[in-house]
């Protein structure tokens, strides 16, 4: 199906409507800020758009249908994390991060543990993401290279060129784009959720095909790994630039907690859609190979024109998280790193638009180096240096605000990323981000206790 002329024209014309959606509207970007966060205009709806365009990919559609395949309504695990992170989001930090009139994640850490610390943050932080490009950018090339038949290198190539045209509209473009991609994502999943539903012969169909354990359990894959995963969610959210980035673009703290609010509403219900794909294609075709579980669902239930929308709309999704993160590193890199020292004679807008090109460009090189095998292998490492670096930092000193936990927070933001990558170059049983969040409170609680001796011993006599 993929080659008849149907289903090009439907894939060519979703893509080409999303490039020009991208490049729409340029004329008002004038400044930095404007690009970085939309000039803090930002409705409720585009916070959200923005938030799920990067927060949604792959791993919400195709990845979820694939767990579903293996193990059933545990599968629920990443969409429901998601949706519970944006809860706490909303609820507990939207309203300060927001009222802090910040554009990077770093300069709040600089207001409480320095500026040496700031700069650790970002390029800890920036690392993070861009490993995570790497990643996605050899995702984006695998549905190229599987739709058409292409080299996987030139499939990275014009994946790595959507995510840079993606990225180009900056903040503003990521929340308009964010919110066509959602609706794509939602009719797709909604359509093929619904046909698999009824082609299943409802709920009773499924109970009665299925055992209630594994299948209908929340836990069916273990309750390690449930947690595991929601606690990794709530870690990545709270500790992405680009998630935060959304946030500080709201037109005022209303906005900011609703725009969290509305994306903790709407990225659960697509776990379950993908949910029934997944029981589906288990129950009908046992043998496929479990990733194909989704795409297989597409081809041959529905009519070439939507196949064809579809696939474009699991490209986009994949892609737009690439541009996300881009567009997360290199804002970060630009304000708390490089600050205006590279290209000094373009202005503004340009220099950060270069900055992104430089970093997509990087993580091309480094993917076609014959390293993607390690890439994937490494890819665990970009959570755990987000996660380690900033999250307790970022929660502590919203939370605490008048502690003061100075050098605490600043060894934290050394040490703990450096016990990640140890922790991923020896393995063992503990994971790097576990490890690294480990190291990372326990800095804080022996700082924290220390202060706490200080101020009982009182004054020398």
Not at 54 to 67: D, F, K, N, Y
Not at 295 to 300: T, Y
Not at 410 to 436: D, F, R, T
Request: glycine share 12%; aromatic share 10%.
């Amino acid at each position: 199906m993929s080659h008849q002329p149907t289903f090009l024209l439907a894939f060519s014309l979703t893509l080409v409507v999303m490039v020009v959606l991208a490049f729409s509207g340029q004329k008002k970007i004038r400044d930095g800020v404007q690009f970085s966060l939309g000039g803090r205009q930002f409705g409720a709806w585009h916070v959200s758009g923005a938030i799920t365009g990067t927060l949604v990919g792959g791993a919400s559609t195709i990845g979820t249908a694939q767990l579903a395949f293996l193990y059933g309504l545990s599968a629920w695990w990443f969409t429901l994390g998601a949706g519970l992170a944006c809860l706490f989001l909303g609820l507990f930090l939207a309203v300060p991060l927001r009222r802090a009139q910040l554009e990077t994640i770093p300069q709040l850490i600089e207001r409480h543990y320095g500026g040496r610390a700031r700069v650790a943050a970002s390029l800890f932080s920036a690392t993070g993401m861009f490993i995570q490009i790497v990643a996605q950018l050899l995702a984006c090339g695998a549905i190229l290279a599987a739709l058409f038949g292409l080299s996987l290198e030139l499939s990275a190539l014009l994946a790595s060129l959507l995510v840079v045209t993606f990225a180009y509209g900056g903040m503003k473009g990521a929340g308009r784009l964010g919110l066509v991609k959602l609706f794509l994502i939602y009719l797709t999943m909604a359509v093929a959720g619904i046909m698999a539903y009824h082609h299943g012969d409802g709920w009773s169909g499924y109970r009665q095909f299925f055992a209630n354990d594994p299948w209908f359990n929340l836990l069916g894959y273990g309750v390690q790994a449930g947690t595991s995963d929601l606690v990794s969610m709530l870690v990545g959210v709270i500790s992405t630039q680009t998630y935060l980035q959304a946030v500080f673009s709201a037109r005022n703290e209303t906005t900011a907690r609703s725009g969290a609010l509305l994306s903790a509403v709407l990225i659960p219900p697509l776990g379950l859609l993908g949910i029934m794909v997944g029981l589906f294609m288990r129950r009908q075709f046992p043998e496929i190979e479990s990733a194909l579980a989704l795409p297989q669902f597409i081809l041959q239930h529905f009519p070439a024109w939507f196949a064809g929308l579809s696939f474009a709309t699991l490209l986009i999704a994949a892609v737009a998280t690439s541009a996300g993160l881009a567009l997360g590193a290199a804002t970060t890199l630009r304000v708390d790193v490089i600050r205006g020292r590279l290209w000094p004679g373009l202005p503004d807008v340009a220099q950060r638009r270069l900055e992104i090109l430089a970093l997509v460009c990087g993580a091309f090189g480094l993917l076609m180096a014959n390293m993607g095998s390690a890439i994937m292998q490494w890819s665990f490492l970009s959570m755990g240096l987000r996660g380690a670096t900033l999250f307790f930092p970022v929660l502590l000193a919203i939370i605490l605000p008048q502690r003061d936990l100075h050098g605490a927070g600043k060894w934290s933001i050394y040490l703990a990323p450096s016990c990640v990558v140890a922790m991923g170059g020896v393995g063992g049983w503990l994971s790097p981000l576990y490890a690294g969040l480990s190291c990372s409170i326990a800095i804080f609680v022996v700082g924290l206790l220390m202060k706490q001796g200080r101020s009982s011993a009182g004054p020398s006599q």
